[in-house]
Antibody, heavy 118, light 107 residues
Framework: QVQLQESGPGLVKPSETLSLTCTVS??????????WGWIRQPPGKGLEWIASFNYSGSTYYNPSLKSRGTITVDTSKNQFSLRLRSVTAADTAVYYC????????????WGQGTTVTV | DIQMTQSPSSLSASVGDRVTITCQAS??????LNWYQQKPGKAPKLLMYDASTLETGVPSRFSGSGSGTDFTFTISSLQPEDIATYYCQQYDKLPRTFGQGTKVEIK
C-alpha cells in the first residue's frame, strides 16, 4: 500500500524559505514508473499544482511560482522535498504531496496535507 | 494556462437526486480530464480520469462525459456520503490546472 506523508514547519516568516518533505512508503520513488509532485490549497480556495518530477530527471514547475521553487530528492530515505523561496502571505496554504499516474496526468495517491502559514 | 471553469459553484440537492456539474476548458483538451472529490479537512480523491473512466473502487453512481472543451460530471443518485467539493483538472498541457470547485450539499 502506497502512502505519502508531508512534514515541515507550520509557520514561516515572510521573505524566508519554506521547506517541506514528503516521505513515501510502499514504493520506491527511484522507480521510473511514476511522477511525484506537490499541490497546494490556500484557505477556503481551490487546488493549485506546484511542481512534479520523476527519477529519470524530468522536473516541471508551475510558472506561477516565478522560479522560486525547487524539488530535491533523497532516495536513501525515499523522500522528496519542496523548497519555496521568498515566501509571502499568498503562499499560505495546505500543501499536499502526491503520486501521479502517467506523465503528471493526475494524482492517484495523496498525502494528508500539511498547513503552512506565512 | 488552460482555464477550467466549473458550474455551479455550489448546489443543494436531496438524497436520491441526480446531480450534474459542468466543467469547461478554455481550449480543446481532448479527453484529458480528471475529476476529484474532496471532503472537508481531507485530501482530494481521484474519482475519474480520461473524462469518463472510473477509478477502481469508485461507485458506479458517478459518471463523466465530454470531450474537447465541455465536460459533465454526474451523480445519478445523491447519497449522504457524497457531500463534498468536486474539482475537474486538465492534463492536456502544463501547467496542470483545476476548476474552482463545486460544493455539493444536502437539501
Amino acid at each position: 500500500q502506497v502512502q505519502l506523508q508531508e512534514s515541515g514547519p507550520g509557520l514561516v516568516k515572510p521573505s524566508e524559505t519554506l521547506s517541506l518533505t514528503c516521505t513515501v512508503s510502499g514504493v520506491s520513488i527511484s522507480s521510473n514508473s511514476y511522477y511525484w509532485g506537490w499541490i497546494r490549497q490556500p484557505p477556503g480556495k481551490g487546488l493549485e499544482w506546484i511542481a512534479s518530477f520523476n527519477y529519470s530527471g524530468s522536473t516541471y514547475y508551475n510558472p506561477s511560482l516565478k522560479s522560486r521553487g525547487t524539488i530535491t530528492v533523497d532516495t536513501s530515505k525515499n523522500q522528496f522535498s519542496l523548497r519555496l523561496r521568498s515566501v509571502t502571505a499568498a503562499d499560505t496554504a495546505v500543501y499536499y504531496c502526491a503520486r501521479h499516474f502517467g506523465r503528471v496526468n493526475g494524482m492517484d495517491v495523496w498525502g494528508q496535507g500539511t498547513t503552512v502559514t506565512v | 494556462d488552460i482555464q477550467m471553469t466549473q458550474s455551479p459553484s455550489s448546489l443543494s440537492a436531496s438524497v436520491g437526486d441526480r446531480v450534474t456539474i459542468t466543467c469547461q476548458a478554455s481550449q480543446d483538451i481532448t479527453n484529458y480530464l480528471n475529476w476529484y472529490q474532496q471532503k472537508p479537512g481531507k485530501a482530494p480523491k481521484l474519482l475519474m480520469y480520461d473524462a469518463s473512466t472510473l477509478e477502481t473502487g469508485v461507485p458506479s453512481r458517478f459518471s463523466g462525459s465530454g470531450s474537447g472543451t465541455d465536460f459533465t460530471f454526474t451523480i445519478s443518485s445523491l447519497q449522504p456520503e457524497d457531500i463534498a467539493t468536486y474539482y475537474c483538472q486538465q492534463y492536456d498541457k502544463l501547467p496542470r490546472t483545476f476548476g474552482q470547485g463545486t460544493k455539493v450539499e444536502i437539501k
